[in-house]
C-alpha cells in the first residue's frame, strides 16, 4: 500500500508543480502589472541636450538640480504642475548664472565613465512632464498625478569615493 501512494503522488507531483507554476507565473504578472501604474520613464533626445548646453529656458517649468551646487549631477526643467518630493533636489531660477554653472558641471564632470546626455521626462502614460540633463542613470521615475509629486530615484555616484571605493575613505578597491 506504501508503495501504491508513492508511485501516485509521483504521478500528481509533476501536475501539481506545473500548476504552481502557472499560478506563481499569473501572480507575478499581475503584481507586475499592477505595480508600474505610476512610474515613468525617460526617452533620450540629442536636442534635449542641446538645449540645456545652449542654456534654454523652458517656459512654464522648475528646475533643479541633484545633489551640490557645486557637483550637481543632474539638472531638470520639471512642468510647473509638478514638483519633485526628494531632498536630493533643489529648486533653482533658471533666470540667474546659475544654470549655466549647473548645465557646465554636469557636462564638464561626468559621472565616471559616462557622458552628459538629454532626455524628455514622460509619465506612465507617455506624457512628456519635463526634460533631464545628465549623466547618470534614472532608476525609477514616479509620478503621483493626484499630489502632482514626482519621485525619482538615480544612480548614486557621490556615495563612491574615486578609484571605485566604497564609503568615504575606507579604502575598499572594487575590481571592474
Not at 92 to 101: A, S, V
Request: glycine share 8%; charged share 25%; net charge positive.
Amino acid at each position: 500500500m506504501l508503495i501504491c501512494c508513492w508511485a501516485r503522488s509521483g504521478e500528481y507531483g509533476t501536475d501539481l508543480r506545473a500548476i504552481f507554476v502557472l499560478l506563481s507565473l499569473c501572480g507575478l504578472l499581475l503584481c507586475i502589472g499592477c505595480s508600474g501604474a505610476n512610474y515613468g520613464g525617460l526617452r533620450r533626445d540629442r536636442q534635449v541636450a542641446r538645449a540645456f548646453e545652449v542654456y534654454q529656458i523652458y517656459p512654464q517649468h522648475r528646475y533643479y538640480y541633484l545633489h551640490l551646487e557645486n557637483n550637481p549631477f543632474a539638472v531638470i526643467a520639471l512642468h510647473n504642475r509638478f514638483t519633485v518630493s526628494d531632498k536630493q533636489w533643489t529648486e533653482f531660477d533658471p533666470q540667474t548664472e546659475k544654470l549655466e554653472k549647473l548645465v557646465d558641471l554636469v557636462k564638464q564632470f561626468p559621472a565616471d565613465p559616462y557622458i552628459a546626455y538629454g532626455a524628455y521626462l514622460k509619465d506612465s502614460s507617455g506624457n512628456q512632464i519635463g526634460y533631464w540633463y545628465s549623466s547618470i542613470h534614472l532608476r525609477t521615475l514616479r509620478v503621483d498625478h493626484e499630489s502632482k509629486r514626482v519621485t525619482i530615484y538615480t544612480d548614486t555616484p557621490w556615495l563612491r569615493d574615486r578609484g571605485r571605493r566604497i564609503g568615504s575613505g575606507s579604502g575598499i578597491l572594487l575590481d571592474r
